[in-house]
């Protein structure tokens, strides 16, 4: 990636609402350049879409969890994905649609995938959690990780900003 390319993600990622122009003026290059080489990183992939960091609390939900679950391991390859297009249908469901933020393949404490979510309330993760343990293509056992939104300590809230320091070091130590 080249060090222009990589000066924008990282602008990018700490504020995606601040203009070509002004990305311009920082790294000191045109605004024509900041607008191709955005363009050439949004075709080649590296920028998957612009989007805010909102205040969950704020916007009432209580709760984020992180579920790890099992898939069966007892499926044949097409078996598995008939019942993998079938979750797909049901994340569009309303309670799914609302609340799953990721839902993907991985591996750690004995399980094969992470379901990363938000809610109102403990009552509406219990529901949450119920339904997704009637999914045909996970195990039943599942354990999750809750994060109390309004409780006062706060460590590190998410935002990409370290990732972006953090790149800017590694190009540093590259050259």
Same mark, same amino acid.
């Given at each position: 990636?080249?060090?222009?390319? #990589?000066?924008?993600?990282?602008?990018?990622?700490?504020?995606?609402?601040?203009?070509?122009?002004?990305?311009?003026?920082?790294?000191?290059?045109?605004?024509?350049?900041?607008?191709?080489?955005?363009?050439?990183?949004?075709?080649?992939?590296?920028?998957?879409?612009?989007?805010?960091?909102?205040?969950?609390?704020?916007?009432?939900?209580?709760?984020?969890?992180?579920?790890?679950?099992?898939?069966?391991?007892?499926?044949?390859?097409?078996?598995?994905?008939?019942?993998?297009?079938?979750?797909?249908?049901?994340?569009?469901?309303?309670?799914?649609?609302?609340?799953?933020?990721?839902?993907?393949?991985?591996?750690?404490?004995?399980?094969?995938?992470?379901?990363?979510?938000?809610?109102?309330?403990?009552?509406?993760?219990?529901?949450?959690?119920?339904?997704?343990?009637?999914?045909?293509?996970?195990?039943?056992?599942?354990?999750?990780?809750?994060?109390? #939104?309004?409780?006062?300590?706060?460590?590190?809230?998410?935002?990409?900003?370290?990732?972006?320091?953090?790149l800017l070091e590694l190009k540093k130590k590259k050259t």
């Amino acid at each position: 990636m080249k060090e222009i390319e #990589l000066m924008l993600l990282s602008a990018l990622m700490k504020n995606s609402r601040v203009s070509d122009r002004e990305i311009a003026k920082k790294l000191g290059v045109s605004q024509p350049t900041i607008s191709r080489t955005r363009q050439k990183l949004e075709k080649e992939g590296y920028i998957g879409g612009y989007t805010i960091m909102p205040s969950l609390r704020r916007l009432g939900y209580q709760i984020i969890a992180m579920t790890f679950v099992r898939f069966r391991g007892d499926l044949d390859t097409q078996e598995a994905e008939k019942l993998r297009k079938r979750a797909q249908e049901r994340f569009r469901d309303e309670t799914f649609a609302k609340s799953i933020v990721m839902f993907e393949r991985g591996m750690g404490f004995g399980y094969t995938g992470v379901i990363v979510s938000i809610h109102e309330s403990y009552s509406a993760f219990a529901e949450f959690l119920r339904r997704i343990k009637r999914f045909e293509v996970l195990e039943t056992d599942v354990r999750s990780f809750l994060t109390d #939104l309004n409780d006062e300590v706060h460590y590190r809230t998410l935002t990409f900003a370290p990732l972006s320091n953090h790149l800017l070091e590694l190009k540093k130590k590259k050259t």
